[in-house]
């Protein structure tokens, strides 16, 4: 398993970052690497983002000394979403399978927790996002259909899509974090867009079923200092809570959002008008 740890920024320092800065403080180039376990440790809200992708042996979870723990769930929560092949996360000696777009809550000091694929050559990819925990809750499988459903957008805008929200307060209990995805109609390409900020919480991205030539450009910053950067498939974002956080695709896509921080309103934030940006 390895581990990355990025620092918070300031807004002021950001507005002077080059492209590359850019990227090596905000952008996540490798989620998933075959056979491994790999994470990000960010200091905004102390939330964890990270990928497991099991091949012929089960990958196991532990506790990095960055976590301060004996083990990884001790004082934390956890999210993980499928955008692989099948597989199986075990959790506290129970096996849990999830095909491609499932999602599992674990909840605090659930115990153990390991990865395994069904078929190392189509393997599973588990996306990982983990934030603080006050509270255990139970563990709880979500498969698509039990997730709360939004069709917002139209194509006049380029902005049809779906939301799939699965931790979320109406579907599954959590502490703090709440995660879900969005999937990016055929013939739009924006997400987000009026864009908006949540100074209350943080949030990451992770782009996916996005075809290997086709980009998204990510736009973040404060909302008169914009920034974006080029993301290719399952690449994500770390988004501070001052932030904007918007993209438009060269192509439809997908992606994951997860946010953690003072509250779980999936609609406490403060609109910019598109007239505003800058």
């Known amino acids: 398993m390895k581990i990355e740890v990025r620092h918070a920024s300031h807004p002021e320092a950001v507005r002077g970052y080059d492209t590359q800065t850019l990227r090596r403080h905000f952008l996540i180039e490798t989620v998933f690497a075959a056979g491994e376990i790999r994470l990000t440790y960010s200091h905004y809200d102390r939330m964890v983002v990270g990928g497991a992708t099991p091949l012929g042996e089960a990958l196991a979870l532990g506790a990095p000394k960055e976590i301060g723990q004996d083990s990884f769930l001790a004082e934390r929560e956890l999210g993980v979403l499928n955008v692989g092949g099948a597989g199986h996360v075990v959790v506290g000696g129970t096996r849990h399978a999830l095909s491609k777009y499932d999602c599992l809550y674990v909840g605090k000091g659930a115990g153990d927790v390991r990865f395994e694929s069904v078929d190392a050559?189509?393997?599973a990819k588990f996306y990982l996002v983990s934030t603080p925990a006050h509270q255990?809750?139970?563990?709880?499988?979500?498969?698509r259909d039990k997730a709360r459903h939004l069709t917002p957008g139209e194509a006049a805008t380029a902005n049809k899509r779906s939301i799939y929200q699965f931790i979320h307060p109406e579907v599954c209990q959590s502490c703090q974090?709440?995660?879900g995805f969005t999937m990016i109609e055929e013939g739009s390409v924006w997400n987000t867009m009026p864009a908006h900020t949540h100074d209350r919480r943080m949030e990451a991205y992770l782009y996916f079923d996005l075809d290997a030539d086709q980009r998204v450009f990510h736009f973040m910053g404060e909302p008169q200092e914009t920034r974006h950067m080029l993301v290719a498939n399952e690449q994500a974002i770390i988004s501070p809570p001052w932030s904007i956080h918007s993209g438009a695709g060269t192509k439809n896509y997908s992606f994951i959002w997860a946010m953690g921080g003072d509250n779980k309103s999936f609609t406490d934030m403060d609109h910019i008008a598109i007239a505003d940006l800058r």
């Open 177 to 179: 974090l709440t995660m």
């Open 121 to 123: 050559a189509a393997p």
């Open 136 to 143: 255990a809750h139970p563990t709880v499988l979500l498969t």
